[in-house]
């Protein structure tokens, strides 16, 4: 059965990130059925292309494209179908698009996106870290300093950390883990889908010394675990803060502001409370 013709509109197509086998059938069939495909680089969508048979013109669109390069997309795809794919993975996820997907919604442009390939979920799926609540925060920056306050901001928040790296930056940012968030699951998922495909875990410091031992080749993805509880207080921290609780607050104020200051039931603290008054 023929493929019906697609509307005009601008596609958003994801492609592997390494086994062509993931492209999905439909991925396939918006690609043969757009009039324009807008990609980072030409030669490694032709390779794409050419392995699925598939002839149409390509336009480069990355980062550095222009306002004019922006406006002829948007221009064609008012009047035809036009997909969108990154070198390989989901567009926009740490890859241009944004800034195209924007301004075709802002003109009332018809935007589909096809679900696909993301090394940012393959990634978080194979690393065995808690994910019921992650960040995504893209490449870490290269520079030392600017890399440290990035991983002091984040450092804090209760969720699985999610980044990009490259090979020869990787120990620079396991080092940098290590110093300021100390106590985390790391885990380095690299080459993934591919021949060589490796999911690492265990601390920064651990990981760091078998990269410098193996310097790692290939897109790699790094993950970092929510930071460990707090320790429980002791009997002693728990005393000193009702007492100075009891100071100004009744037993009852004192034992609920005591309780969840420091996480503790109030019904012990209450009671604990009493024989100190």
Known sequence: MDTPALPPGLYIVATPIGNLGDLTRRAAEVLSGCAVIACED???????????GIKRPMRRYDDHASEDARDKLLAEMCEKPVALVSD???PLISDPGYKLVRTARER???????????ALVVALTLAGLPTDRFMF???????????????GELAAVPATLVFYETGPRLVDSLEAMARIMPGREIAVARELTKLHEECRTGTAVELAAHYTAHPPKGEIVLLAGPPPA??????????????????????????????????????????????LK
Do not use: C, W
């Open 137 to 151: 925060a893209g490449f870490l920056p290269s520079k030392d300093k600017a890399r440290g306050d990035a991983l």
């Open 88 to 90: 390989a993975g989901t």
């Open 42 to 52: 030409t030669r490694v969508t032709g390779k794409l292309l050419n392995h699925l």
């Open 230 to 275: 707090p320790a429980a207080p002791g009997e002693a921290d728990v005393d000193a803060a009702l007492r100075q609780a009891l100071e100004t607050m009744s037993v009852s104020q004192a034992a609920g502001s005591v309780a969840k200051a420091l996480g503790i039931d109030r019904k012990a603290l209450y009671a604990r409370a009493m024989e």
């Open 108 to 118: 009332g442009i018809a935007v589909t996106s096809l679900p696909g390939p993301s």
